[in-house]
Each structure stands twice: as C-alpha cells, then as structure tokens.
C-alpha cells in the first residue's frame, strides 16, 4: 500500500518541531522511529500533509539518573532501553519489557515516546510505565507540562498529550532499595502484540509489601493499573495465598475486550493467571 502524498521537514531541534507543529497544525503529525505512524498512513488510517520529523534531534535520545528520577528521551529506540546498564541495575522492569516488543527492526527503529502517544491498547509499555508510576514531559510553546502516567493513557489510540505538544521525556521515580520488577506477556501468535501483559513493581520490606504497582495492557481499551490487586497487596505478607486472592481483581472495573482470538471471559482469566505469574516472578527475584 501507498501512503497518500506528505511533505516531509526533518526537524533540527525541539523548538523548530515544536514552531513547525504550531504552524501546520492539525496538517502535520510528528515522525518518531514511523513503526506504528508508517503502517498507519500506507492503510489510509492516517492522511498528515506534513511529516515533522524528530529523528534528528540528537538530545531526545538519553537514559539518566537526575534529581531522584530516572529520565528518559522520548526518542529513546526500544534496543536503547534493552541494553542499558543503568536501567538493568536501577530499573530492570523496562529493559524486560524491551525484549518482549516486536522484533529487532522495530526494537532499533521504534521508540519509547512513539510507542506511549501512540497508544495502541495492545502496546507493551504503558503497562510498565504505569506500573512504575511515571510522569511524562510535554513541551510546546507554552514551556513544560508535566503528566502523570495514570492520566495519560486517554482511550484507544487518544492521550492526554494537547495539540501543539510534543513528548520529550519519561520520568521513573528511583527506587528505594531493590524493586521486584517483573513484566509477563501472552503475545498474539500472528501480530505479537499483547492479549495480555502485566508488569509489576513492588517495594518489600520485612516481608511486607510496602507499594504496589500493577500495570496491565491488552485487556481493555486502554492500559490502566489495577487498583484494587494493588490495595489488596500493600501492608501485607505476599504469601501464595495472598497473591491469588490479590490477583483476582485483575480486570476488575475494566471493559474486557473480545476478539477472534480471545474472547472476554477467556482474556479475564489470562489477566488473573499472569497477574498472579507476574507477582510470583518478581518476588522471586528479591525474596521477601
Ligand atoms: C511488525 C511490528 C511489530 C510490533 N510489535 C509490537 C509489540 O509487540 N509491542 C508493542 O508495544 N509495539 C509493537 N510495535 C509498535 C512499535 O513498538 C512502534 O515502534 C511504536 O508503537 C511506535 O513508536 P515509533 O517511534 O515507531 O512512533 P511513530 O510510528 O513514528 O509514531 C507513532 C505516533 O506517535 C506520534 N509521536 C511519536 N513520537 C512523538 C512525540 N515524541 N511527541 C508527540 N507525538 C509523537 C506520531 O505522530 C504518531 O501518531 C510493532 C510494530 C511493528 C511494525
């Protein structure tokens, strides 16, 4: 398929994409690593006379630790977070979820702040994003705002992002002590995508578990964390027997989806299961 005729600007900073986004306005898209953007426009779906592209812009792309947050670039490919040492000491939860996106072409062109604006209900990192409580950073001309990641994720393919922004960085709270980080997937055997994906982050100390982040993706939607197992976790010993109980309420208060592959009931029961998988498997790798 043939996308319909675009101009294309390759932006040589923040600020030109930004003055470029003003100007054309609802005529122009922004172009991050074109993985979903791409697909998108050769169906028709998607028609932007103009295509700003940010591939350019060398200080989008950066993974740091500053002011207690780990920062990444919104321009950051999804192999950059895969390999990075900072990330698999501080934060092993994304590069985890790095490997279970796509494959390799997508891993080294795609990228972090593409994949969360663009928001397919199927992506893998919103779920890790909001497990981790992040915020995300738009710039456009009025300077900086800041959203929370439980705020972001609007609806199918729709953020909180306003028009004229553009997302430049991903912040993670740093952890207290060592996080038990784990995210689990049940890929769609033809598109890869997630039927389900659950990542968890969870602070244990004493043997109790002190916060809860649970983050699920594919079962509704949009991504969206899960509450109640959260409340049902914290303050409490993670025996097996909690850990069942908590992940019970997987898709509680969720609009299950159905599709030819899996229909509500059986995607409801692959939420609870990898919940309570995902849990296990963090707990796992700190002991309680
Ligand atoms: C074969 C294939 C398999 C895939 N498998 C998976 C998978 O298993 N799991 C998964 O999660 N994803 C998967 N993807 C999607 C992939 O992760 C994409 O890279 C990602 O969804 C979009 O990121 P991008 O950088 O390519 O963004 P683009 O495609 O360039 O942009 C996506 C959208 O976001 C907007 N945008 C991009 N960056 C910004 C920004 N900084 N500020 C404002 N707007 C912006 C664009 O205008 C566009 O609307 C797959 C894609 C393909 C082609």
Redesign the pocket.
Known sequence: MIPATFDYIAAKSLDEAISLLAQHKDDA????????????MKLRL?QPKVLID?GRIRD?SYIKEEAGQIRIG??T??FQVEISDLLRRSCPLLPETAT????M??RN???I???L??S?P????PAAILALDAELV?RSAKGDRTIKASDFFVEMLTTA?EPG????EIRIPAAKGKPAQAYMKV?HPA????VVGVAVNLAIDGGKCQSAGIGITGVSPKAYRAAKVESALKGNVLDAKMLSAAAAHAADGVDVNSDLYASADYRKQLAIVYTRRALETAISRVGK
Do not use: C, N
């Open positions: 898209k922004i172009l991050a690593g074109g993985h979903s953007l791409l697909p998108a998607m940010l989008l919104a321009m490919t999804h279970h996106l796509g494959d072409q997508v062109k795609g990228t702040g593409g994949s604006v663009h397919d199927a992506a893998d990192w738009a992002l922004e553009v997302l430049r890929r598109s890869g995508f997630a």
